[in-house]
């Protein structure tokens, strides 16, 4: 009973944690707002680590490192 409460429990923070997560997409800098200033945002922090910064959504290869591959998928989406 408590481990199907645990595991519950996980899985109603992933359910709320995700839709969080895809809405930050293509907001770089974590401001709320998807514009040019988020673009910024990612050449500034060209080869950084994006794991546990607003950068997250913005690592649109999905290899953990915010690169200027990132900002040329930035660019095209935006358009
Ligand atoms: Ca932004
Ligand atoms: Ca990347």
Known sequence: MVR?????????????????????A???NGDGQVD????DALVAANNTPAEGTPLT????DGDGVISLADAAEHISQSR
């Open 4 to 24: 199907t409460t645990m595991a519950l429990l996980a899985a109603i923070t992933i359910a709320l944690a995700a839709p969080a997560a895809f809405a930050a």
């Open 26 to 28: 293509g907001d770089c």
């Open 57 to 60: 959504g913005c690592d649109y």
């Open 36 to 39: 040019a200033a988020d673009l």
